[in-house]
T-cell receptor, first 115, second 112 residues
Framework: EAQVTQNPRYLITVTGKKLTVTCSQN?????MSWYRQDPGLGLRQIYY???????DKGDVPEGYKVSRKEKRNFPLILESPSPNQTSLYFC??????????????FGEGSRLTVL | GENVEQHPSTLSVQEGDSAVIKCTYS??????FPWYKQELGKGPQLIID?????GEKKDQRIAVTLNKTAKHFSLHITETQPEDSAVYFC???????????FGKGTKLSVKP
């Protein structure tokens, strides 16, 4: 089954304790992206990757890191989480041919609470 | 910077009525306009999309219209059903990169 898998789905942590949210897709997609969803603010892009070893900042990258060492995985790293990073996080992937955006497939979401 | 405005933020309709959600975008280079539906506790899923060389697209009870001159596009749902209740997001591609910028979402409630 084609899917994007995120882990953990729920996490409560404390300020400053490094954490990683994993994301894996089994569709051989080149493009992967992380979003955060907050009430009244919609989906805001954190980082995205066009292919292996190619990553770039989205609209709200501060406080986050990513890496793309393999095509299927795109982990989101919070080196020193703060309460303003409490949010619902979504990973997504798509085929991305030249000048033609493809359908984004989203994971089920990871709800993070930073105390 | 690039922006996508979405209205209304909430919409309540009676079952069987139509629902319309409108979006405007700012990037003249945008050429792809998808709509996503997010059910409670799930990730968004694509329901319909339109590219800039097309003015209208229909899929059963849902349709999307695009006015490139005015930079706005709309989602139309006819004969609404309770299972249409969800949050709907519009999006527009950013220039040639293919990245999407999303609207803030519309919470649609369909009352039986």
């Amino acid at each position: 089954e084609a899917q994007v898998t995120q882990n953990p789905r729920y996490l409560i942590t404390v300020t400053g304790k490094k954490l990683t949210v994993t994301c894996s897709q089994n569709m051989n997609h080149e493009y992967m992206s992380w979003y955060r969803q907050d009430p009244g603010l919609g989906l805001r892009q954190i980082y995205y990757s066009m292919n292996v070893e190619v990553t770039d900042k989205g609209d709200v990258p501060e406080g986050y890191k990513v890496s793309r060492k393999e095509k299927r995985n795109f982990p989101l790293i919070l080196e020193s989480p703060s309460p303003n990073q409490t949010s619902l996080y979504f990973c997504a992937s798509s085929l991305l041919t030249v000048r033609k955006t493809g359908e984004l497939f989203f994971g089920e979401g990871s709800r993070l609470t930073v105390l | 910077g690039e922006n996508v405005e979405q209205h209304p933020s909430t919409l309540s309709v009676q079952e069987g009525d139509s629902a319309v959600i409108k979006c405007t975008y700012s990037d003249s280079a945008s050429n792809y306009f998808p709509w996503y539906k997010q059910e409670l506790g799930k990730g968004p899923q694509l329901i319909i999309d339109i590219r800039s060389n097309v003015g209208e697209k229909k899929d059963q009870r849902i349709a999307v219209t695009l006015n490139k001159t005015a930079k706005h596009f709309s989602l139309h749902i006819t004969e609404t059903q309770p299972e249409d209740s969800a949050v709907y997001f519009c999006a527009a591609s950013r220039g040639s990169q293919g990245n999407l910028i999303f609207g803030k979402g519309t919470k649609l409630s369909v009352k039986p």
